[in-house]
């Protein structure tokens, strides 16, 4: 049947032969939507076909089967890119055609995985923009993630060796060396950044733990991620991980009292009073034991994420937020022995107009995320959670959408994020799921989209109905689309 807005319209499909361009109306069996569009990001012939076998590529014994996983993403347009924008015809991603995310018997992957993106363009940077025409991706060539030394690393990969994480070779990932993660000087980086990672052990891990004394990630020391002074950083910005014990962890637990990371301490996150923040702006990690992790769970009761303690995850009172919003996670133990946290841990996120947005713009006062109402993260200790987390966003106007922007398009007062109603993200006992966890995204449109974007007046997200994450007991492939009902 075909499909419409409530009005009767109906976009259709455009498919193009060599000369020949033709149009048909959508119906409930089109590949539509995330089967992309000529004119967005794809065509009707996307395909991600995960694990053909047994599922993400893994077999009974470990992580993958012999059989070859394959993404193809828009065969035609390749992620829906097409030639002037992000991709070619040829793009593959191809994943564990050995035995599972290129994970071998001996650590972590063989010599036969590859992702190759944008044969043509690779990730489809281009000399003008974020790479250029040589960019490789390839894992697990040899061992581990599969770097090679002219790419991305070594033949061991990520600096793992054998006995675990990393080895002594020093492991580089080096992007775009010209301008640097592809960002050349008028945008985002300049020709000297540089992401140098396991300069002792891989990934700054150490055989006790997970990192030594030498791990640094450097990212554009000269702009600092790319950010420039009119834009949204300062020369300034450090990312400095493990300064003491590699990722902030120390050998008996996740961290030291050292690791900081100090994003952009001038303009914090390079923003600045006009944009999204101010120069108070601190993101301080693992305080006491590194990741706000205890020695007897995950965290303590020192750990703080404060951003934008001024104006709230740095929106001000116009835009996106207001000078209440705050992030505290693991206030007392954050996860506490039984699971994942304990009856304090909370997520507030801008308790004044909900998520930072006003009236005019996305949201209303009333949205509030609550996360872990129970046990923390809404874990429960026979599974995953318990029947009181809840998710509820925008309760009033959905999604934060309203009817006053775009009508329809942008959303309506019913959307609802449920998550874990019944065991804990919908995993039940038998699998993955149970039967009441659900997602349900813009009951009305759709995602808040229309036929004119991304969807239309009844698309649901259904998401474990049956036994979790749409996976069966077995966990074979199941095709998940959404249902244009």
Known sequence: MEISNGSGYNPGIWSHRPGIWSHRPVTDHDDYGYAYDHDSYGHGKTKIIVNKRNGYGYDNAGFGNGKTTKI??????EYGYDYDGFGNGKTKIIVIKGYG??????????GKTNILVNKGHRYDYDHNGYGNVKTNIIVNKGHGYGYNYDGYGNGRGYGYDHNGYGNGKTTKI??????????NYDGYGNGKTKIIVDKGRGYGYDHDGYGNGKTKIIVNKG??????????????IN???????????????????KTKIILNKGKVYGYDHDGYGHGKTKIIIN????????????????????????????????????????????KGNGNDHNGYGNGITKNKVNKGNGYGYNHDKYG????KIIVNKGKGYGYNHNGYGNGKTKIIVNKGKGYGYNHDSNGIVIGNGKTKIIVNKGKGYGYNYGGYGNGKTKFIVNKETAYCYDQDSYGNGKTKIVVNKGNGYGYSQRIWLQSVRPRLN
């Open 364 to 367: 209303k006062g009333k949205t």
């Open 239 to 257: 990312i400095i991980i493990n300064k003491g014990k590699g990722y902030g962890y120390d050998h008996e637990s996740y961290g030291n009292s």
């Open 101 to 110: 995310y290129g994970y071998g018997y001996g650590g972590y992957g063989n």
């Open 174 to 183: 080096i992007v775009n060396k010209g301008n640097g993660y592809g960002y």
């Open 223 to 236: 702009h600092g991620y790319g950010y420039d002074q009119n834009g949204s950083g300062n020369s300034k």
């Open 287 to 330: 305080k006491g034991n590194g990741y706000g992790y205890n020695h007897f769970g995950y965290g303590n009761g020192k750990l703080k994420i404060i951003v934008n303690k001024g104006h709230g995850y740095g929106y001000d009172h116009d835009s996106y937020g207001n000078v209440k919003t705050k992030i505290i996670v693991n």
């Open 72 to 77: 193809i993403v828009n065969q035609g347009h």
